[in-house]
């Protein structure tokens, strides 16, 4: 069994990394930026310059900011200012009224919002805000390396706070250092009342999908599926997975003003970490226990792999998290650890190059693919069947084969990455 120590250190690492967030994290991140630079400032700035590594300007063009009915960075920005609030973190936008959307609208309108891209960034994570009033005094905020994490805050050139970005490389340092197996027994053995707190994520997330099953959001692919699924996919656990997952996304990436549970700064992570687990549960008719413990399972393998692969990258986060995923639905199936490693090393078979285009609507696509594949993975493992070494990049060690999938998405993608923003950027 995990000793009580390192029990301790896990559940403290699952509590910083499975928290609450309103809105896309990359754009939410700028606003929290712009609030705590906004906040030492003192008053609404006139003017607002952000400069943003190329993987925070591209998870940022595309998706709906909750609340405004608008799309992208500069009503994050305005938001910020106006009404956000740097003490609610991945929050700091739930204060938004209709108002504060005018006033938001009016202050783009009158030029006050700058962007611009940083390509010296020392992370891939970065976010730097400078914000100024009509005196001509100045501050700055400058988040690196987690959606949360400031390293630099000055007001007129005095330096409030400040460290060293850590880098993608090392971003993870502190956290203690995992294996499947350790994830494995620690969602097997640990005293449940330790690790009931992962339900908050199944109540948040299922109010998510809910959202947007009574409601057009996005592409609407939950409800699409929900509408269709008896015909085309009959009445099945795979249609549940698929509509309730794909539908918390739908919300999530259309603007929605909901709250949803995420995993590792990343909501659509957090999402389908989740739910895909929750409704597999409840058509398996599983046990509270059986439910809780296959939700740490996969939250945890999902953490687990993003310690190695990095905050963002060029590879999808649903690859990471339908794996987390596909990993609990062996648990729930009835599986041990070799069934799980074999799920593991089946989705590492199956989706590793899924490209990240950027957080938008379609989200819900890739993650509805990165769900069906974890139950088809899981079906395979339960069968004995598991991708062998002689097969690409598919390694004996279940954890070589999960850093295979982390450096090829962190180091082997980097041109992708940068031809994927060229492309976002230019048309």
Known sequence: MVSESKREKIIALIKREVVPAIGCTEPVAVALCVAKATELLGSVPARIECAL??????????????????IGLPIAM????????????????????????????????????????????????????????????????????EHTHFILLQKDGEVVLKEESAGDAAENEDDIALDLAT????????????????????????????????????????STIRKY???????????????????????????????????????????????????????MEATEEQTIRALILS????????????????????????????????YLMGGGYNEVCAAVKNMVANLT??????AKPSCSLKISSGVSTAMMSAMLAMNGKCV????????DDVDATIHNLTSIGREAMNETDRLVLRIMTSK
């Open 353 to 358: 190059g899924m490209i990240c285009d950027g």
């Open 299 to 330: 939250h945890l393998t999902s953490i687990y792999i993003k310690q190695s692969l990095g905050r963002l990258s060029a590879l999808c986060g649903c690859v990471v998290a339908s794996t987390g995923a596909s990993a609990a639905i062996v």
């Open 53 to 70: 590594s190329g993987n925070m300007l591209k998870n940022a063009m595309g998706v709906g900011i909750p609340g405004t009915g608008m």
């Open 388 to 395: 062998t070494s002689t097969e690409g990049i598919i390694s």
């Open 78 to 145: 305005a938001l910020g200012a106006l009404v956000g609030k740097s003490a609610y973190g991945l929050e700091v936008l739930k204060d938004v009224t209709p108002e504060a959307v005018e006033r938001g609208v009016n202050y783009i309108s009158e030029g006050r919002v700058a962007i611009s891209h940083d390509e010296a960034a020392p992370s891939k994570l970065h976010v730097d805000v400078r914000v100024t009033d009509d005196d001509g005094h100045t501050s700055r905020a400058v988040i690196s390396c």
């Open 183 to 222: 994830v494995y027994e620690f969602a097997s053995e640990t005293p449940l009342d330790e690790i009931s707190f992962i339900l908050e994520a199944k109540e948040l997330n299922m109010a998510a999908a809910e959202t947007a099953l009574s409601g057009d959001y996005g592409h609407s692919l939950g």
């Open 229 to 283: 699924g008896l015909k085309y996919y009959g009445d099945t656990p795979v249609e549940h997975m698929i509509s309730y997952t794909s539908a918390a996304c739908d919300a999530r990436m259309s603007g929605a003003p909901v709250a949803v549970m995420s995993n590792s700064g990343s909501g659509n992570q957090g999402i389908t970490a989740t739910m895909p687990v929750v409704s597999f549960a409840a058509d």
